[in-house]
């Protein structure tokens, strides 16, 4: 299962609005066959681990065990049904990571495998499985995107001096800004800060497609924002505003992840960065570049 995560997270960048999702097929103690989902609208990783299985293997699939990350599908969708191909190639067991959460699957998946005689374990490494498509879960279970809240601060906790921009990310945390934009669907600002610093809010120090680009004002307040992320099935939202852009998020609870950049320079007066929620818990922290970057989820 540990492989079928590292393969599902190939597809970060191109599976979406898909899951990310790995599949390994073992048989006589070793792996004939995997693969995972790289693209929305082309096979899933159930059909690209079987494709991989070479001639002289394909006799062991009688005897041979499935694992995939994520419950397979059993509808038609741009492709069909997964369920129907791991019983027509006769795999005598299937281990799950986790049940998948969207309306059409939720548990069907399994049912029609076990119905088929297949042996069936769901469950098996499912906290990292469910972290691994936090993005996609909370889209479906929750119907908005997954949302994190990202600022960069000074040691006094201050996001700009006296009013004015100030440079606090180093050129290497700065590009692990730009993965983090490459990695989410869309990126949000407030008024104040498009018209004040003018950012590209793009992916240039990092190889990945551009976020789509919001702006929150007077005539796009949040709920409609929530709404073109559904309307558009963007499963990630990335709030890189100002302080009432973000307070705006906090104080209705819409955030999952916290991310703060601090600096060791301080500066004596400026725009106070946010407060943290109460139920924020810090989940990692390290020093790049001499800045703490320090990273909360919800309790």
């Known amino acids: 299962m540990r492989r079928c995560l590292q393969l599902a997270s190939k597809g970060v960048l191109t599976a979406r609005p898909n899951p990310m999702v790995g599949a390994v097929i073992v048989a006589e103690g070793r792996i004939i066959g995997e693969g995972y989902h790289i693209r929305c609208g ?3 990783a159930e059909v690209n681990a079987f494709a991989s299985v070479s001639e002289a293997d394909r006799h ?5 065990t499935m694992y995939v990350s994520l419950e397979p599908c059993s509808h038609y969708g741009k492709t069909p049904p997964c369920c129907d191909l791991i019983i027509a190639q006769g795999v005598r067991k299937v281990v799950v990571g986790c049940v998948d959460p969207f309306a059409k699957v939720q548990g069907r998946g399994i049912q029609k495998l076990r119905e088929a005689g297949i042996d069936v374990t769901v469950g098996v490494l499912e906290e990292e499985c469910r972290w691994l498509n936090r993005r996609f879960f909370t889209f479906h279970q929750h119907h908005r995107p997954y949302i994190t809240l990202k600022w960069a601060q000074t040691a006094d906790g201050f996001i700009d001096k006296d009013g ?4 606090i990310s180093t050129p290497l945390t700065t590009m692990l800004v730009h993965q983090l934009r490459a990695e989410n669907d869309a990126i949000l600002v407030g008024r104040i800060t498009a018209e004040r610093e003018h950012p590209r809010l793009d992916t240039r120090h990092w190889g990945g497609p551009n976020p789509a680009k919001l702006i929150l004002s007077h005539d796009h307040d949040i709920d409609a924002v929530l709404s073109e992320c559904r309307e558009n099935q963007w499963l990630s939202l990335l709030v890189e505003g100002g302080l009432k852009t973000h307070l705006s998020f906090l104080e209705r609870g819409l955030w999952d992840i916290i991310r703060v ?3 060791p320079v301080t500066v004596g007066a400026g725009t106070p960065a946010p407060s943290l929620p109460s139920n924020a818990v810090l989940l990692r922290q390290e020093t790049i570049d001499g800045n703490v970057i320090q990273t ?3 309790h």
Do not use: D, V
Not at 60 to 64: K, N, W
Not at 164 to 167: G, I, K, R, V, W
């Open 164 to 167: 004015e921009a100030l440079a």
């Open 261 to 263: 950049e601090t600096c």
């Open 296 to 298: 909360f989820c919800r």
């Open 42 to 44: 082309e096979g899933h």
């Open 60 to 64: 062991l699939l009688p005897e041979a």
